[in-house]
């Protein structure tokens, strides 16, 4: 068993940065895969970025890609998603997530196992 809690989230105005944190704790994070995905009032939670137990695999949702950048570090048991160039529809409740490392990457939230509580980015225009 694993527990994640998300960390780094606010409010930032449109082409503002953050860097989310997902701390884990009751198990080694470097034996899972680890993804994070967010979610708006009234839409289905949607993969953003996911990594394998190595760091050698990323996958970026294409809405992302170019601004956002996962990354992971074993030794702090923590997983990073670096935001920039931020806009008004990543105005989401973000969540971390963790899957078995030998099952690979995966972009749907049944391929996940464990969650955290999320934490809430708002981007002002």
């Known amino acids: 068993q694993v527990q994640l809690v998300e960390s780094g989230g606010g409010l930032v105005q449109a082409g503002g940065s953050l860097r989310l944190s997902c701390a884990a704790s009751g198990s080694t994070v470097s034996t899972y895969t680890m993804g994070w995905f967010r979610q708006t009032p009234g839409k289905e939670r949607e993969i953003v970025a996911a990594?394998?137990?190595?760091?050698?695999?990323?996958y970026h949702a294409d809405s992302v890609k170019g601004r956002f950048t996962i990354s992971r570090d074993n030794a702090k048991n923590t997983v990073y998603l670096q935001m920039n160039s931020l806009k008004p529809e990543d105005t989401a409740l973000y969540y971390c997530?963790?899957?078995?490392?030998?099952?690979?990457?995966?972009?749907?939230?049944?391929?996940?196992?464990?969650w955290g509580q999320g934490t809430q980015v708002t981007v002002s225009s």
């Open positions: 997530a963790a899957r078995p490392s030998q099952l690979g990457l995966a972009t749907l939230t049944r391929g996940y196992d464990y």
């Open positions: 990594i394998t137990w190595s760091g050698g695999s990323t």
